[in-house]
T-cell receptor
Framework: SAVISQKPSRDICQRGTSLTIQCQVD?????MFWYRQQPGQSLTLIAT?????????ESGFVIDKFPISRPNLTFSTLTVSNMSPEDSSIYLC???????????FGPGTRLLVL | AQKITQTQPGMFVQEKEAVTLDCTYD???????LFWYKQPSSGEMIFLIY??????QNATEGRYSLNFQKARKSANLVISASQLGDSAMYFC?????????????FGTGTRLLVSP
């Protein structure tokens, strides 16, 4: 299994500002992902965080709005840029451990944009 | 394209009884994985159980079992002996095992309420 931590756990931000969310895993993982869960909705994949290269974004998500870094196999950041109230969501980091088929999730970051 | 359908927005069960949460899926892939996650009000996604498309036996993890019927493309979660702490949202998800991206596609979820 993998133990995943996210910082911050929650935040309240003003519109127009940016927030960077950190994801730290206790072991090296092959794949890291960022998901968004809007209020009352299911999870939607934002992007796959690739180590040492640009992230792979899903349709509807762009790098300018959600820049992602992954400098090594255990750490990634997601920035939510120029925030609006529509960005209020839970943002979850997720990993796949190389030796397993299971996909694990971090505790999530609850973001409220006023 | 892959699709997960959870037709039960909400389910009620009494403590100590068993409950089945429905999940059907649609895919043209031969190799895929099916997952169930629990999301309490805290927001974290807790992995419960996994079933591979080539697994012949239904997966079990403690009080959780997955009723996998491949021909019907269903992967229902059975929770035995429900506990108050089981009250949460439950999501079914699937992943194409052939691609390198391991992307999970989620259903809309079922909210389970366990009453004393």
């Amino acid at each position: 299994s993998a133990v995943i931590s996210q910082k911050p756990s929650r935040d309240i931000c003003q519109r127009g500002t940016s927030l960077t969310i950190q994801c730290q895993v206790d072991s090296q993982v092959t794949m890291m992902f960022w998901y968004r869960q809007q209020p009352g909705q299911s999870l939607t994949l934002i992007a796959t965080a690739n180590q040492g290269s640009e992230a792979t974004y899903e349709s509807g998500f762009v790098i300018d709005k959600f820049p992602i870094s992954r400098p090594n196999l255990t750490f990634s950041t997601l920035t939510v840029s120029n925030m609006s109230p529509e960005d209020s969501s839970i943002y979850l980091c997720s990993v796949v451990v190389s030796s397993e088929e299971t996909q694990y999730f971090g505790p999530g970051t609850r973001l409220l944009v006023l | 394209a892959q699709k997960i359908t959870q037709t039960q927005p909400g389910m009620f069960v009494q403590e100590k009884e068993a409950v089945t949460l429905d999940c059907t899926y649609d895919t043209s892939d031969q190799s895929y994985g099916l997952f169930w996650y629990k999301q309490p009000s805290s927001g974290e996604m807790i992995f419960l159980i996994y079933q591979g498309s080539y697994d012949e036996q239904n997966a079990t993890e403690g009080r959780y079992s997955l009723n996998f019927q491949k021909a019907r493309k269903s992967a229902n979660l059975v929770i035995s002996a429900s506990q108050l702490g089981d009250s949460a949202m439950y999501f079914c998800a699937m992943r194409d095992m052939n691609t390198g991206f391991q992307k999970l596609v989620f259903g809309t979820g079922t909210r389970l309420l366990v009453s004393p």
